[in-house]
């Protein structure tokens, strides 16, 4: 075994929220149920994200890059080619900031409840890179893309055409929730009101997140 594969593998996290995936990730690594891999840091492009006290309780560091407090984008801006145009030089510069982590340029970035979508801005450097993105969403491949996808789910509970959804983690494209699963579960519903299926889904994409990753971390230590 060389020292490449002996190395943790440099994972960074990027979250919105109050970070339970990132908890889970942790958690993991911690009992050792996600072996050989070291989470160097956090990204958040929300100021008041719990997923901060989260990493400082871990002691990982986090940055803080926002397409609003950092100049790319004025609050209610209209102008179509003005908000294209703002976005894609933040997805260059997160790109570069990405790149250049103190700890070492990451394998891999792991979107856990990250509220942007990505532009090739983004996309391409890490790509050339040869950094791997991988993203958890609760559904199944092909259904309820993008945001709400819980809600929308159990709207269709309701009506009865629908008694499951799921969760998959996948590579990130610039197609919203399109890239190739890596792992799928289906989730079915009991009845349960909408708080408590939530819940529900939240417990699984807990285990499935740390599940892709294991995958993903081994493909990345035996290409290595």
């Known amino acids: 075994m060389n020292k490449l594969e002996d190395a943790p593998c440099r994972i960074l996290v ?7 995936n990132f908890q889970a990730l942790i958690d993991a690594i911690c009992t050792d149920k996600l072996p050989n891999c070291r989470i160097i840091s956090l990204v958040t492009n929300r100021k ?5 006290v989260r990493a400082d309780k871990a002691g ?6 926002n397409l609003y407090s950092n100049g790319y984008l004025q609050r ?31 394998e891999l970035v792991i979107l856990a409840g990250w509220m942007h979508v990505f532009s090739q801005a983004f ?12 993203n958890i969403h609760p559904a199944l491949p092909g259904e309820f893309d993008g945001a709400m996808a819980i809600e929308r789910a159990f709207a269709q509970f309701k009506t009865g055409t629908l008694h499951r959804t799921g969760i998959m983690a996948h590579y990130v494209i610039d197609e919203v929730d399109r890239g190739a699963p890596i792992v799928t ?3 079915k519903w009991n009845g349960e ?3 408590d299926f939530k819940e529900l889904m939240h417990r699984h994409e807990h285990r499935l997140i740390v599940k892709a990753t294991k995958i993903v971390v081994s493909e990345i230590k035996n290409k290595n």
């Open 14 to 20: 990027m979250a919105s929220g109050f970070g339970s």
């Open 48 to 52: 008041n994200a719990h997923a901060t």
């Open 60 to 65: 990982i560091p986090w940055d803080y890059f």
């Open 76 to 106: 209610g801006e209209t102008d179509e080619q003005k908000i294209a145009q703002g976005r894609k030089k933040y997805d260059a510069d997160l790109a570069k900031r990405v790149l250049s982590t103190e700890g070492g340029k990451p």
């Open 123 to 134: 996309l391409g450097p890490l790509e050339a890179a040869g950094v791997r993105i991988i």
């Open 185 to 187: 579960e289906e989730v």
């Open 193 to 195: 009101d909408l708080d």
